[in-house]
């Protein structure tokens, strides 16, 4: 099962934004912070299947998140 509710923050980077407000940041101190995050391969599978499922329910509110889920085990992403 996927996990879809790990946190964006969570990883290497929070304690950085813990000594600094985010307030305190400018868009190119958080942007430069940003790319340094390096997800997993569950988080990045995580992220396509949120993707596609916003994109679809748009246009189909019949679509499940289970739905979408299956979807992703019968298409897996190629690397």
Known sequence: MYNMGSSF???P?????????IDDLTLDEMVAMLREIKMTSEEEEAQRISFAYGNVKLSNPAI???MV???ARKHPRKK
Do not use: H, P, Q, R
Request: aromatic share 6%; no cysteine.
């Open 9 to 11: 923050f969570g990883g």
């Open 69 to 71: 889920i299956e979807a």
């Open 64 to 66: 499940t998140l289970e």
């Open 13 to 21: 980077m929070s304690n950085k934004l813990i000594v600094k407000a």
